[in-house]
């Protein structure tokens, strides 16, 4: 017989499946059949009857996603402050002397509140400022591990941290940094089931107010919450009442409340390193992504006697760690090149496993961070060390060399020097040329024509920061290079005339082939943010783009204001500085101003267009392809723009479903027209908003 845990994790299983399955089939791209489908809702049904459990977002209770325009700014109704933080152990050991203590790993997410009345979820907040925050209730509603209701009718407000799992960031990592700002970016998201499927978790570390619960220490409060079906931090361990051996410093369970506990013996350095690494192991286990270790004082009272500054409490000190190291070899220094020219040295060491993935490379980051790091002569099976900046970008530790001067013993045939300046450039051979900016020095390629760069121009222009053409990959980008095809930026939109030929090639076929040249095609259609982000100048990102065309609206505009060099003009828009103004000023246009009147269609929104009256207060739910918009997401975002709603189903209350195929058997279709939901497409609703200008 399965155990209890056993059958939620079954559950919970079945849910994500039977969740993401819905979300496909009302898309209209179902990756299981009916029968399928409906065999994992039964034996979801008949174990939540013999288990009495329902979790928060099965699909036996209906899940309501839902889309906000904004995240609106909010008051917390308790300070949600930071705590002190330290590297020294010492310290710790000094503040721990003489009191009942709990330790708890300090997670690397973002911090956030939940507050329930009568037993219902009503406010999510994120710690923002500490005073204010965003509201984010949208989204926590539909995370797994935050239940929407819990047996518990008084008030209960916890703090917690959203997170997301080193499990669960894998399939994000080549296009995220790290699970804490993924996770960051996620929950502020406005449309709830795209962060649905980030696949965060909440985890509570401390009861601001449990009901008529007038707890005197702080573990006891973590008891409560797990009776509400809420996931604590399971890493906790407290300093009990057993005090004479390390057995002593147990889990969080079954410890008494008592008004007076026996004195604990003073912990040395060594206890406290067991501590950490006791907890580190279990997190780990979990797939929890963790920076250090809090440590509290348990005891409710001495905790609020303590005191807190205008940033952080006095009760609580966190043990931030030290990055761990990893001893391998060098084998040699390769050179990979940006769009710009810029020739960055990689050190490529023997493989090592950190944090149970396998690390080979690290950037050097330019000749002078190399030079710190390794000396001007590293060479070939010299010892490295290796740590994980916030356990995911590997970073090389600078090399203590005792014999800076004299490498006779160590070079031999298989030992020679690999960190020399190329004084040609790897991809195209010309001259490197070594430039020297406030002491920084950097390796160039010299060469306005190397294929180097240009692949890089092109990975940007329509990559996720770009234009954003979906499925084209450096490698596709290479070989339309390396076959003559692609010359210049602007021959990206001539590759159609090669079609014949590339389908022949190998690895490519004609789906392949229609998909990259669809792909291209699609990326026409852009926003003046998207377009001017895709031209890559330094220190012009999306945010600056997006700045850039809320003042400018049209790219004649914005050329114009450059072509006059009116750095006021650009100086004025908030967050554009004078580095900035001089990158936008001093880039060459020739080739972009060139793609953009021959090929580039902007879909503009337009100031006047807010508050559109054909559209503002109506209901609109979006399906099917759409072809005038780069995708759903933008044209969901033009309908908010002018006051529009927009729904991820159709109920009676929708007013339109958009949708380019009226004859579609597709579920929302056939729902609209049973409910004499009006069905239009892309054309028509462009033509209401320009009826109503």
Same mark, same amino acid.
């Given at each position: 017989?399965?155990?209890?845990?056993?059958?939620?994790?079954?559950?919970?299983?079945?849910?994500?499946?039977?969740?993401?399955?819905?979300?496909?089939?009302?898309?209209?791209?179902?990756?299981?059949?009916?029968?399928?489908?409906? $065999?994992?809702?039964?034996?979801?049904?008949?174990?939540?009857?013999?288990?009495?459990?329902?979790?928060?977002?099965?699909?036996?209770?209906?899940?309501?996603?839902?889309?906000?325009?904004?995240?609106?700014?909010?008051?917390?109704?308790?300070?949600?402050?930071?705590?002190?933080?330290?590297?020294?152990?010492?310290?710790?050991?000094?503040?721990?002397?003489?009191?009942?203590?709990?330790?708890?790993?300090?997670m690397d997410g973002l911090t956030c509140s939940l507050r329930y009345i009568n037993g219902e979820l009503v406010s999510a907040e994120t710690r923002g400022n500490?005073?204010?925050?965003?509201?984010?209730?949208?989204?926590?509603?539909?995370? !797994?591990?935050?239940?929407?209701?819990?047996?518990?009718?008084?008030?209960?407000?916890?703090?917690?941290?959203?997170?997301?799992?080193?499990? $669960?960031?894998?399939?994000?990592?080549?296009?995220?940094?790290?699970?804490?700002?993924?996770? =960051?970016?996620?929950?502020?998201?406005?449309? =709830?089931?795209?962060?649905?499927?980030?696949?965060?978790?909440?985890?509570?570390?401390?009861?601001?107010?449990?009901?008529?619960?007038?707890?005197?220490?702080?573990?006891?409060?973590?008891?409560?919450?797990?009776?509400?079906?809420?996931?604590?931090?399971?890493?906790?361990?407290?300093?009990?009442?057993? !005090?004479?051996?390390?057995?002593?410093?147990?889990?969080?369970?079954?410890?008494?409340?008592?008004?007076?506990?026996?004195?604990?013996? &003073?912990?040395?350095?060594?206890?406290?390193?067991?501590?950490?690494?006791?907890?580190?192991?279990?997190?780990?286990?979990?797939?929890?992504?963790?920076?250090?270790?809090?440590?509290?004082?348990?005891?409710?009272?001495?905790?609020?006697?303590?005191?807190?500054?205008?940033?952080?409490?006095?009760?609580?000190?966190?043990?931030?760690?030290?990055?761990?190291?990893?001893?391998?070899?060098?084998?040699?220094?390769?050179?990979?090149?940006?769009?710009?020219?810029?020739?960055?040295?990689?050190?490529?060491?023997?493989?090592?496993?950190?944090?149970?993935?396998?690390?080979?490379?690290?950037?050097?980051?330019?000749?002078?961070?190399?030079?710190?790091?390794?000396?001007?002569?590293?060479?070939?099976?010299?010892?490295?060390?290796?740590?994980?900046?916030?356990?995911?970008?590997?970073?090389?530790?600078?090399?203590?060399?005792?014999?800076?001067?004299?490498?006779?013993?160590?070079?031999?045939?298989?030992?020679?020097?690999?960190?020399?300046?190329?004084?040609?450039?790897?991809?195209?051979?010309?001259?490197?040329?070594?430039?020297?900016?406030?002491?920084?020095?950097?390796?160039?390629?010299?060469?306005?024509?190397?294929?180097?760069?240009?692949?890089?121009?092109?990975?940007?222009?329509?990559?996720?920061?770009?234009?954003?053409?979906?499925?084209?990959?450096?490698?596709?980008?290479?070989?339309?290079?390396?076959?003559?095809?692609?010359?210049?930026?602007?021959?990206?939109?001539?590759?159609? &005339?090669?079609?014949?030929?590339?389908?022949?090639?190998?690895?490519?076929?004609?789906?392949?082939?229609?998909?990259?040249?669809?792909?291209?095609?699609?990326?026409?259609?852009?926003?003046?943010?998207?377009?001017?982000?895709?031209?890559?100048?330094?220190?012009?990102?999306?945010?600056?783009?997006?700045?850039?065309?809320?003042?400018?609206?049209?790219?004649?505009?914005?050329? &114009?204001?450059?072509?006059?060099?009116?750095?006021?003009?650009?100086?004025?828009? !908030?967050?554009?500085?004078?580095?900035?103004?001089?990158?936008?000023?001093?880039?060459?246009?020739?080739?972009?101003?060139?793609?953009?009147?021959?090929?580039?269609?902007?879909?503009?929104?337009?100031?006047?267009?807010?508050?559109?009256?054909?559209?503002?207060?109506?209901?609109?739910?979006?399906?099917?392809?759409?072809?005038?918009?780069?995708?759903?997401?933008?044209?969901?975002?033009?309908?908010?723009?002018?006051?529009?709603?927009?729904?991820? =189903?159709?109920?009676?209350?929708?007013?339109?479903?958009?949708?380019?195929?009226?004859?579609?058997?597709?579920?929302?279709?056939?729902?609209?027209? =049973?409910?004499?939901?009006?069905?239009?497409?892309?054309?028509?609703?462009?033509?209401?908003?320009?009826?109503?200008?």
């Open positions: 017989m399965s155990t209890a845990l056993e059958q939620e994790m079954t559950m919970s299983r079945l849910i994500r499946k039977l969740n993401q399955a819905t979300i496909a089939y009302d898309e209209g791209y179902p990756f299981i059949s009916d029968k399928e489908w409906d $065999d994992m809702y039964f034996e979801l049904t008949r174990l939540e009857k013999e288990t009495g459990i329902i979790l928060p977002d099965s699909p036996t209770q209906k899940i309501n996603y839902e889309v906000v325009s904004e995240l609106k700014k909010v008051k917390h109704n308790h300070p949600m402050l930071s705590l002190d933080k330290t590297k020294d152990i010492k310290e710790i050991k000094s503040f721990l002397k003489g009191h009942d203590w709990i330790a708890m790993p300090k500490g005073i204010e925050g965003e509201d984010i209730t949208h989204n926590a509603k539909i995370i !797994p591990s935050i239940p929407n209701y819990i047996d518990f009718k008084e008030e209960l407000i916890v703090d917690g941290e959203i997170i997301c799992t080193y499990e $669960d960031f894998e399939k994000f990592r080549k296009d995220y940094k790290n699970p804490r700002n993924f996770a =960051s970016g996620s929950i502020r998201l406005l449309d =709830s089931k795209e962060c649905y499927n980030r696949n965060l978790t909440f985890v509570v570390w401390d009861v601001v107010k449990g009901g008529k619960y007038n707890f005197l220490h702080d573990n006891l409060k973590m008891d409560l919450i797990t009776e509400n079906f809420l996931s604590v931090l399971p890493c906790c361990m407290i300093n009990n009442i057993f !005090p004479n051996d390390f057995d002593g410093f147990i889990d969080n369970k079954n410890i008494p409340e008592t008004k007076e506990r026996k004195k604990t013996r &003073e912990l040395d350095e060594n206890d406290l390193n067991k501590i950490i690494l006791e907890i580190k192991k279990r997190a780990k286990i979990l797939g929890y992504p963790i920076d250090g270790i809090v440590f509290k004082y348990n005891n409710i009272k001495e905790y609020e006697a303590a005191g807190r500054t205008a940033h952080h409490y006095h009760g609580g000190l966190a043990y931030k760690f030290y990055d761990e190291t990893y001893e391998t070899h060098l084998r040699y220094i390769k050179w990979s090149m940006g769009r710009t020219g810029i020739l960055t040295p990689v050190a490529v060491f023997d493989p090592i496993e950190i944090d149970g993935t396998i690390v080979e490379k690290a950037s050097l980051h330019n000749i002078s961070v190399m030079e710190d790091l390794l000396g001007d002569s590293a060479y070939y099976g010299e010892p490295l060390e290796i740590y994980k900046s916030n356990m995911i970008i590997p970073q090389v530790k600078p090399v203590i060399k005792k014999y800076r001067h004299d490498y006779s013993h160590v070079l031999s045939n298989s030992g020679a020097i690999v960190s020399q300046i190329p004084e040609v450039c790897p991809i195209c051979g010309k001259e490197v040329v070594i430039k020297n900016n406030n002491g920084i020095k950097t390796a160039y390629c010299n060469n306005p024509n190397c294929e180097g760069k240009l692949v890089n121009i092109l990975e940007h222009f329509l990559g996720k920061k770009g234009l954003d053409a979906k499925g084209i990959s450096k490698k596709i980008l290479e070989k339309t290079i390396e076959w003559g095809w692609v010359k210049t930026l602007k021959d990206i939109y001539s590759l159609h &005339e090669h079609k014949k030929e590339w389908i022949n090639k190998d690895g490519f076929g004609e789906i392949s082939v229609n998909k990259i040249l669809q792909s291209i095609e699609n990326s026409k259609q852009c926003t003046l943010a998207a377009f001017i982000t895709a031209f890559g100048i330094p220190e012009i990102g999306k945010v600056a783009a997006e700045k850039i065309a809320e003042n400018f609206i049209t790219y004649e505009a914005f050329r &114009e204001v450059i072509k006059v060099k009116d750095r006021e003009k650009l100086n004025n828009i !908030p967050g554009i500085g004078e580095i900035m103004t001089d990158n936008i000023i001093n880039y060459d246009y020739s080739e972009v101003d060139f793609i953009y009147n021959h090929y580039i269609n902007l879909i503009e929104i337009k100031k006047e267009n807010i508050e559109n009256k054909n559209i503002k207060n109506k209901i609109f739910c979006i399906t099917g392809k759409v072809t005038k918009y780069k995708n759903r997401a933008e044209l969901k975002e033009y309908i908010v723009s002018m006051g529009g709603k927009v729904t991820d =189903s159709v109920s009676k209350n929708t007013d339109f479903l958009i949708n380019n195929d009226n004859k579609s058997d597709s579920i929302k279709n056939k729902k609209a027209k =049973s409910l004499g939901v009006k069905i239009i497409d892309e054309e028509t609703f462009q033509n209401m908003v320009k009826q109503a200008l």
